[in-house]
């Protein structure tokens, strides 16, 4: 198997830009470089809907259940992956605004990046998307664990919310990582 290319992201945080209407992946790279990586609606609604369904497709645990209970199987899955790592939701640093160019950061805006694809691979024990611009050149590629691609997904969804996009997901498991969970 080859090496995917581009640069190996190191962190990534996500939030939404109002002026864009985009999400922002705020991408930590090699040396300490942070870039902007603007998502669209339609862009991120395709990339929430394919990594829903491929932690589906991939779930050991819910290949295992009867049908009518592997919806359940992945909603703990993802609830555990949430509460393991918790996502923190902090405001934004002049840091972040610098780099989206709002706030005091005003000024000299970086240039946006507008992400055209994201490419998804399976390893034995990673996730690897590559996120490519026009013309379908990788810039950068994230090495997911199972539940780092949960927790990514999570932040996606979370933020799309909070931008009141409504985006279309047929994964009620995916709707109630709002709070916690109380069976009866």
């Known amino acids: 198997m080859t090496q995917p290319s581009g ?3 190191t962190s990534v945080s996500v939030l939404y830009h109002p002026a864009e209407d985009r999400l922002a992946l705020i991408t930590g790279l090699p040396g300490g470089v942070r870039i902007s990586i603007m998502m669209t609606r339609r862009l991120t609604s395709r990339v929430v809907q394919a990594l829903a369904q491929l932690l589906e497709r991939t779930s050991a645990a819910a290949r295992d259940v009867p049908a009518q209970a592997r919806e359940d199987v992945i909603m703990f899955e993802h609830q555990g992956a949430l509460a393991a790592k918790k996502s923190v939701t902090s405001p934004l640093t002049e840091n972040m605004q610098k780099i989206l160019g709002i706030g005091k950061g005003k000024g000299a805006r970086p240039l946006s990046i507008l992400l055209e694809t994201v490419d998804v691979s399976l390893t034995d024990k990673l996730c690897v998307l590559t996120l490519k611009v026009a013309g379908g050149k990788p810039i950068a590629r994230i090495d997911a664990t199972r539940g780092d691609l949960h927790r990514f997904l999570g932040l996606l969804h979370r933020r799309a919310e ?9 994964k009620s498991w995916l709707n109630l990582d709002q709070g916690p969970v109380t069976l009866n």
């Open 7 to 9: 640069l190996k992201v």
């Open 162 to 170: 909070e931008a009141d996009w409504n985006l279309p997901t047929e």
